[in-house]
């Protein structure tokens, strides 16, 4: 059975680039069998898919937040990674990593999540 | 991109009695459609998936149907544990969530 975990800062300032590592243990991040997400959730409100990755490098990112994401993997970590620049208050959130099974494509193995606040 | 739309916002019931939730996405999804359970502090977790298989380890009292542009999600007889926000996501199109429902005890 999968287990993700988040890990990175919880606080960011504002213009500033927001970093988050995802480790992946109890199956290979080089599988074909999964694709790699992040999601997160603002405090009190509903959830936002930011973007995923599949272990060939191949990387779909949200329309609305695309110009500032950056997803990628790191295999010999059994890791993978976002980066959303330039944030705002507005990108206070539960930041979540997810695995999304190719069999179905929807988030089957959650993160506990990670709070990230933006602020100075 | 696909708005989901989810119906009603809060559900009051009691344990015992039925829950029927709607979700309505803005154009068809065929069957690319599924409900998560998210309870306070934790991660969600997928209940069905491509609008009526359960997934692994979930009750049968969860029940998922509808195709296109509506889906429901019936919980058949709800448990104290089923007491939750509830989320519709969408697959046709990227990837998109529907703004939840919450079931809450009566």
């Known amino acids: 059975q999968l287990q993700l975990q988040e890990s990175g800062p919880g606080l960011v300032k504002p213009s500033e680039t927001l970093s988050l590592t995802c480790t992946v243990s109890?199956?290979?991040?080089?599988?074909?069998?999964?694709?790699w997400g992040w999601i997160r959730q603002p405090p009190g409100k509903g959830l936002e898919w930011i973007g995923s990755?599949?272990?060939?490098?191949?990387?779909y990112y949200n329309p609305s937040l695309k110009s500032r994401v950056t997803i990628s993997v790191d295999t010999s970590k059994n890791q993978f990674s976002l980066k959303l620049s330039s944030v705002t208050a507005a990108d206070t959130a539960v930041y979540y990593c997810?695995?999304?099974?190719?069999?179905?494509?929807?988030?089957?193995?959650w993160g506990q999540g990670t709070l990230v606040t933006v602020s100075s | 991109e696909i708005v989901l739309t989810q119906s009603p916002a809060t559900l009051s019931l009691s344990p015992g009695e039925r829950a029927t939730l709607s979700c309505r996405a803005s154009?068809?999804?065929?069957?690319?459609l599924a409900w998560y359970q998210q309870k306070p502090g934790q991660a969600p977790r997928l209940l069905i998936y491509?609008?009526?298989n359960r997934a692994t380890g979930i009750p049968a009292r969860f029940s998922g149907s509808g195709s296109g542009t509506d889906f429901t999600l019936t919980i058949s007889s709800l448990e104290p544990e089923d007491f939750a926000v509830y989320y519709c996501?969408?697959?046709?199109?990227?990837?998109?969530f529907g703004p939840g429902t919450k079931v809450d005890i009566k």
């Open positions: 990755i599949y272990y060939s490098g191949s990387t």
């Open positions: 491509d609008a009526s």
């Open positions: 109890g199956g290979s991040i080089s599988s074909s069998s999964y694709y």
């Open positions: 154009q068809s999804v065929s069957s690319y």
């Open positions: 996501q969408q697959r046709s199109n990227w990837r998109t």
């Open positions: 997810a695995s999304e099974a190719t069999v179905i494509e929807y988030f089957d193995y």
